[in-house]
C-alpha cells in the first residue's frame, strides 16, 4: 500500500502591477456613458500602467451590482479583447469591487494563474438605492429586525436609518457629538478637491455641512455617499510574471488581506453598531495586523469605507486607531487628515469620490467594511 503525503504548497506572494478608473459621475446625466464604455477606460488605463497586453492576462473577476448575469463579459469582450479567457462576474453589494480583488489574489496565491484582472463597474439610477424584489425573503431582514428593535423604523431610505442609527447608538453610549460626524464629511469634500476623479470637488465649510438637506435624522446630505456611474480596475500578478515582465520597480504586494462576513454579534447583542459590521471589521483588521506583522501605528494613509459619516467614525475604532468610543476624540485632535497620526480618505471617500457599488472596492484599493488589505513595495 502506498500512502501519499498531501502537504499544502505555500501560498504565492500577490502583486498590484496596474490600476487604473474613470472619474465617478452623477447618474442620469446627458452625456452619462454606459458601463462597457466605463469598463473600457478603467482597464485600458491598468493595461497601460501595468504595460502589458491584455493577452497576457489568464483570468478575469469583473463586479457589478445593477445589471444582467453576463454583464462582466459585455463589459470586456469588445474593449479589452476577446482571448477566450475564463470570466468570473461577482456580484456583493458595497464590497463587490473589493471581492473581485479578493478571489483574483486568491488565483495568484493557490498558483491557478499568474496575472488576473479585477475590475469593477456600475452604471446607476439617480436617487436612494432601491429595494429588492417583493416576492421573496429580503437578503437583510435580519438586519433589519435589529434595526426595528432598537429604534423606531421611519420613511426614510433604509441605508441612511442603519448608519444613522449606529451613530446615534454611539452617541448614547460614548457621548460622541453630531458635529464629529459633520467634521468627517467636511473633511472628506476638503480632501476631494485634489482628486480629478471625484463625483465632487467643492470645498464646504462645517456649519454648511452640518446645514445641508437631512436625509435622516442628523445626517445631512454632505455627509453621506451619493449613487455614482463609473469605473476602476486592477491587474494583480505573482512574482514569477514581475520577474518575466520586469515590474519590479512598479509591483505593490498585498501583506495581507481579510473578508469577513457577519459574527453572531450582529444579530444577538441588539447593537446598531454591531449590526452594520464593527466586530467582522475589528476581526479582519486583527487579523491583517497579525500576518503583516504591522500595527496601526505602522500605517499613515487609509482608505476606509465611509458611505455615511458615521460608518467612518466607527470603523476608525475597528481599525484600533482608537480605543472603542474615543472616535470623537480622533476627530476632534485631527488626526484623520494631513497633519495627524492618519491621512484617512485622500480621495474625498464615498461620501465626495463617489459610491458606484461594483468599482468602489477596486478605486483606491481601500480598506473596506468587510476587508482590510495592507500594503507594501516589491523589493
Known sequence: MTITSLRPRPLRRVFVVGVGMTKFMKPGLENSRDYPDLAKEAGQKALADAQIPYSAVEQACIGYVYGDSTSGQRAIYHSLGLTGIPIINVNNNCSTGSTALFMARQLIQGGVADCVLALGFEKMEKGSLSGGSLNRTNPIDKHMEVLVNKYELSAA???PQMFGGAGKEHMEKYGTKV???AKIGWKNHKHSVNNPYSQFQKEYSLDEVMTS?????????LQCCPTSDGAAAAILASEEFVQKYGLQSKAVEILAQEMMTDLPSSFEENSVIKMVGFDMSKE????CYEK???RPSDIDVIELHDCFSTNE???YEALGLCPEGQGGKLVDRGDNTYGGKWVINPSGGLISKGHPLGATGNAAQRVHILFVIIWCRCE
Open 157 to 159: 431610505p433604509f441605508a
Open 179 to 181: 458635529e464629529h460626524f
Open 213 to 221: 438637506r437631512k436625509v435622516f435624522d442628523f445626517l445631512t446630505v
Open 284 to 287: 479582519a483588521a486583527r487579523k
Open 292 to 294: 503583516s506583522g504591522l
Open 313 to 315: 467614525l466607527i470603523t
